[in-house]
Structure formats: C-alpha cells, structure tokens
C-alpha cells in the first residue's frame, strides 16, 4: 500500500504563491509518474502538472493554463513531488489532489489540499 501525504495549500491574494508537497511512503517499488489534478466545485478533475522518470531525466507536462507560473519538480530520493505555483488567480482555487502511477501501473491519489486565491 502507498500513503501519499500533501501539503502546502492555503488562502493567498491574487499574484502569491504556493508550494505544495505530495510525499509518498509505503510499498513503493519505482515510480513512474507524480502528478497534481486539481478540481472546483461543479468542475471535473483536470490535470495540472506532472512528472515522469525516465532513467536520469525528469519530463514535465503542464496545463495551458498554468504554463509559465507553475513548476512541476520532484525529489526521487524522498519519492516527493512539489508544485511551485507563482502568479495566482482566483480562478486557481481548487482542491489539489496528487496522484503517483508506480511501475506496475497501479496509482493513488492523496486527500488533496485546499488552494483558494481570493483578495
């Protein structure tokens, strides 16, 4: 079994930043993929950002919406993933869940993390 623990979220102004942390623990053999997903009341849960190993080399995808404000990073070592997110807008309050896809395929969402960006 995997245990992914997030923190991090928070209320900010508009313009702050943000840093989440997604920590995974447990049965873990090799990830693959750390990702976060974000999801606001009424909307489905969309990808934001995610991180694939392969070998030495880190590839990062990212949502049109948050290219150039957020940085997606993880540490291998620790089997931690961050979310750096700068310039925040109202319309990035969301719950903000993480998710880690191992080598098997198999994945886990953590419990997610409140983001709201209000003045």
């Known amino acids: 079994q995997v245990q992914l623990v997030e923190s991090g979220g928070g209320l900010v102004q508009p313009g702050g930043s943000l840093r989440l942390s997604c920590a995974a623990s447990g049965s873990i053999f090799s990830i693959n993929t750390m990702g976060w997903y974000r999801q606001a009341p009424g909307k489905q849960r969309e990808l934001v950002a995610s991180?694939?190993?392969?070998?030495?080399?880190?590839?990062?995808d990212y949502a049109d919406s948050v290219k150039g404000r957020f940085t997606i990073s993880r540490d291998n070592a620790k089997n931690t993933a961050y979310l750096q997110m700068n310039s925040l807008k109202p319309d990035d309050t969301a719950g903000y869940y993480c998710k880690v896809v191992v080598s098997t395929g198999v994945y886990y969402w953590g419990q997610g993390t409140q983001v709201t960006v209000s003045s």
């Open positions: 991180i694939t190993s392969r070998g030495s080399t880190n590839y990062a």
